[in-house]
């Protein structure tokens, strides 16, 4: 098994993270391929608000998640919000995707985060099935309202 390195990714990542964001819409919308926008990872990676991560393998990148540090209304604390994860299908079940989640625990710890938290799709069988392993499931149920009916693709 090759050795996997997290990291988090900044403009020069932009590359190497367009095509892993245009399989990941593939794959939620399973039509036709996307095809890998430079502009957009450089936006992501640019975001004021958004971070993200990076999962590599023999210096290829496989794997991203992106999170962001919100304020944790009851605590006073901060929380982790986990908002995407994706892992390249020839890199799965590696535990490269619970290595992300680890890496986020660590760096949540460091910020003094309350909990880290998602919400998944309950019909992604193998990522639920680890999700179950690592995690408890919240008391939260998600609801969703469409804004930008141009965004649903």
Same mark, same amino acid.
């Not at 957009?40 to 991560?53: C, K, N, P």
């Not at 995407?84 to 890496?103: F, K, L, S, T």
């Not at 990522?127 to 009916?149: F, H, M, N, S, T």
């Given at each position: 098994?090759?050795?996997?390195?997290?990291?988090?990714?900044?403009?020069?990542?932009?590359?190497?993270?367009?095509?892993?964001?245009?399989?990941?819409?593939?794959?939620?919308?399973?039509?036709?391929?996307?095809?890998?926008?430079?502009?957009?990872?450089?936006?992501?990676?640019?975001?004021?608000?958004?971070?993200?991560? $990076?999962?590599?393998?023999? $210096?290829?990148?496989?794997?991203?998640?992106?999170?962001?540090?919100?304020?944790?209304?009851?605590?006073?604390?901060?929380?982790?919000?986990?908002?995407?994860?994706?892992?390249?299908?020839?890199?799965?079940? &590696? $535990?490269?995707?619970?290595?992300?989640?680890?890496?986020?625990?660590?760096?949540?710890?460091?910020?003094?985060?309350?909990?880290?938290?998602?919400?998944?799709?309950?019909?992604?069988?193998?990522?639920?099935?680890?999700?179950?392993?690592?995690?408890?499931?919240?008391?939260?149920? $998600?609801?969703?309202?469409?804004?930008?009916?141009?965004? &649903?693709?």
């Amino acid at each position: 098994m090759s050795k996997i390195s997290i990291k988090t990714l900044g403009p020069d990542d932009a590359p190497a993270l367009a095509p892993l964001i245009a399989e990941y819409a593939q794959a939620l919308k399973r039509g036709a391929p996307r095809r890998p926008d430079q502009y957009y990872a450089e936006r992501i990676l640019g975001d004021r608000t958004a971070q993200v991560i $990076g999962a590599e393998t023999d $210096g290829r990148l496989v794997g991203f998640a992106i999170f962001f540090d919100l304020p944790e209304i009851i605590t006073g604390l901060r929380t982790g919000q986990l908002d995407e994860i994706y892992v390249h299908p020839d890199a799965r079940n &590696q $535990g490269i995707g619970r290595h992300m989640i680890e890496w986020l625990v660590s760096e949540g710890s460091r910020r003094g985060w309350a909990q880290l938290r998602w919400i998944v799709p309950g019909k992604n069988a193998p990522a639920v099935a680890l999700y179950d392993k690592i995690a408890e499931p919240a008391d939260w149920k $998600g609801y969703i309202i469409q804004v930008d009916r141009g965004a &649903q693709g």
